[in-house]
């Protein structure tokens, strides 16, 4: 394939299996490996790199392995510029149907005098040399200049020039300590293509690292400066800080083609699934607002941003969900969330709820998630059950204030609301429970028989719902009552009182009677 013929095809070649698996902590047995080639492949990737075939025999083997299992994309593995890199790297890739040899050298002064201990002549001669082994050995040969980005330009231009003239197809000029700055890095890239001799047979390549976060816009850059293939990995795997992301990169080329109309040939909706293989193969976690495949790329809390969303969801997405594999938007219900969320919430769980019900609902709802980190469904369940479950209640909880000590006395004092006056009482008992009981049953002046107390968690966590349930038997009548509340106390005073309201519903005027004595 031609530069010319595709001049705004964007190549993606991702190093998630090299370049990633060099980050700390990251190393995939074989399966794992082939497991990510295969994703990697269905998803349109142009190039696996996948490994240095040199580094260890597990690395041959699985370089190999990738090449036999491939189907669509080019495979490549990494060679120092030594033989007997570049001979092992062939001997692995000649298993692909389409192989390639990625071959580098340093280049910046830097390297030159502490890594490389060679002079600039020396490392012209090094490129030359092992650029036409590779050659010799297969037609698709990858030359990088290591330390590219820190590199004096005049002597860049030289080794490239020297690796086109040996046979590289493809040139590499990473930013291998994520060094450069975007304006600078695409003119960068465009004086190299513009001034090299031969620069036009060749296609060139970005390898940005994220040292100062700016992988991804180097990348971008290098493209509007040139280049046409792009070195990346899923989830920005990778040395340190990590490679620019494959599904940033390819995402921003699709989402804002009106600035940058370059195309790649990614099937953008195998994203989130790679994005999933790629973390639980590397044990390596995706961060919660990772760009486009984190869990909150598509989650919104915030009551502003809902409402927008639910109006339209252009005002707060710049790409549909689907369009990266994930199933759907999330609208994340918590201390933000205003009440065209919180309504839209209620619906999808089933509940239709009147004004007043619903603004009661609202109020309790933001009360609770002021208190809790997450509001969950169950608990919103349980909120709005127990809202509907007191609606016309004649006996409120107002206040209440619980002291127990170890092997010392339990008491519950307590403010209730009786159809609509206040009246305090204080009571013991041999627990805090036993004594807000007792307490209750003192202000109503009733003593009914407790046929139950139970008391559940509404979700997992120290701060989740207590869930209680009550149940009375007065006069061989049995009623029950539930409540929901972060505090254990509280929601086994409201399970009561609720229970005692349906007695008294139950035993209408008999019951107002008995009140009023
Ligand atoms: C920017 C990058 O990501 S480059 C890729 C980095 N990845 C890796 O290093 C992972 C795999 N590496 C390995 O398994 C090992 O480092 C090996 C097998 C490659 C080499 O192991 P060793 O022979 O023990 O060498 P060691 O790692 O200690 O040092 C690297 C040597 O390679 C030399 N070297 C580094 N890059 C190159 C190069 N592109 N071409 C030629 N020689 C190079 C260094 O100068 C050093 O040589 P020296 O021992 O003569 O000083
Ligand atoms: C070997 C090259 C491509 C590399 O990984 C780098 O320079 O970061």
């Keep these: 394939?031609?530069?010319?013929?595709?001049?705004?095809?964007?190549?993606?070649?991702?190093?998630?299996?090299r370049d990633g698996e060099q980050s700390p902590g990251a190393t995939m047995t074989l399966e794992e490996k082939l497991q990510v080639a295969e994703a990697l492949d269905e998803m349109g990737v142009d190039i696996i790199e996948a490994g240095f075939p040199i580094a260890s025999n597990g690395d041959f083997e699985a370089v190999v392995a990738v090449a036999k299992q491939v189907k669509r994309a080019t495979v490549t593995g990494l060679?120092?510029?030594?033989?007997?890199?570049?001979?092992?790297?062939?001997?692995?890739?000649?298993?692909?149907?389409?192989?390639?040899?990625?071959?580098?050298?340093?280049?910046?002064?830097?390297?030159?005098?502490?890594?490389?201990?060679?002079?600039?002549d020396e490392v012209i001669e090094i490129i030359a040399r092992t650029v036409a082994q590779a050659r010799n050995l297969i037609d698709d040969v990858e030359w990088s200049?290591?330390?590219?980005?820190?590199?004096?330009?005049?002597?860049?231009?030289?080794c490239v020039e020297t690796a086109i003239k040996a046979g590289a197809t493809t040139i590499n000029l990473p930013d291998t300590v994520g060094y450069a700055v975007p304006d600078e890095h695409e003119a960068m890239f465009r004086t190299i293509i513009?001034?090299?001799?031969?620069?036009?047979?060749?296609?060139?390549s970005a390898h940005c690292h994220n040292d100062l976060g700016l992988a991804v816009a180097n990348s971008l850059a290098a493209v509007r400066g040139g280049a046409r293939q792009v070195e990346c990995t899923i989830n920005g795997l990778g040395e340190r800080a990590g490679n620019a992301a494959l599904e940033e990169v390819v995402m921003a080329l699709r989402t804002r083609a009106d600035i940058l109309p370059y195309h790649t040939e990614i099937e953008t909706t195998h994203l989130a699934r790679a994005s999933k293989?790629?973390?639980?193969?590397?044990?390596?976690?995706?961060?919660?607002?990772?760009?486009?495949?984190?869990?909150?790329?598509?989650?919104h809390e915030s009551g502003i941003h809902q409402d927008g969303m639910l109006k339209n969801a252009e005002t707060y997405e710049i790409m549909t969900p689907a369009s990266v594999g994930i199933k759907e938007t999330t609208l994340v219900m918590g201390k933000h969330s205003g009440r065209a969320a919180f309504k839209d919430k209620l619906k999808e769980l089933g509940y239709e709820l009147g004004d007043n019900a619903f603004q009661e609902a609202f109020v309790r709802f933001k009360d609770l998630a002021d208190r809790k980190k997450h509001v969950y469904d169950a608990d919103i369940v349980a909120l709005v059950d127990d809202e509907v479950g007191s609606v016309g209640d004649r006996i409120k909880l107002v206040d209440m204030e619980v002291v127990s000590k170890t092997g010392g006395v339990h008491k519950a004092n307590m403010t209730l609301s009786i159809d609509g006056e206040e009246s305090s009482v204080s009571y013991e008992g041999t627990g805090s429970v036993d004594a807000i009981f007792n307490a209750i049953k003192q202000a109503v002046g009733q003593q009914p028989h407790l046929v139950l107390y139970a008391v559940d968690g509404v979700t997992g966590g120290t701060d989740a719902q207590a869930s209680a349930h009550v149940?009375?038997?007065?006069n061989g009548r049995i009623v029950s009552g539930n409540a929901a509340e972060p505090d254990t106390l509280v929601a086994s005073a409201r399970a009561y009182l609720n229970a005692y309201n349906r007695l008294l519903i139950e035993r209408g005027a008999a019951a107002q009677g008995a009140m009023a004595g």
């Design 471 to 474: 149940r009375l038997e007065l």
């Design 1 to 17: 394939m031609s530069a010319e013929s595709n001049k705004d095809r964007v190549f993606i070649f991702d190093t998630t299996l």
């Design 145 to 158: 200049a290591m330390d590219a980005t820190r590199t004096p330009l005049e002597f860049l231009k030289r």
């Design 194 to 204: 513009t001034s090299v001799p031969g620069a036009d047979k060749a296609i060139f």
């Design 79 to 120: 060679a120092r510029a030594i033989t007997a890199d570049i001979d092992r790297a062939a001997e692995a890739v000649r298993h692909a149907k389409k192989g390639r040899i990625h071959t580098f050298v340093s280049t910046s002064p830097i390297h030159l005098a502490h890594q490389m201990k060679k002079t600039e």
């Design 277 to 299: 293989i790629v973390s639980a193969a590397a044990n390596f976690p995706v961060q919660y607002n990772k760009a486009i495949v984190g869990k909150n790329a598509f989650a």
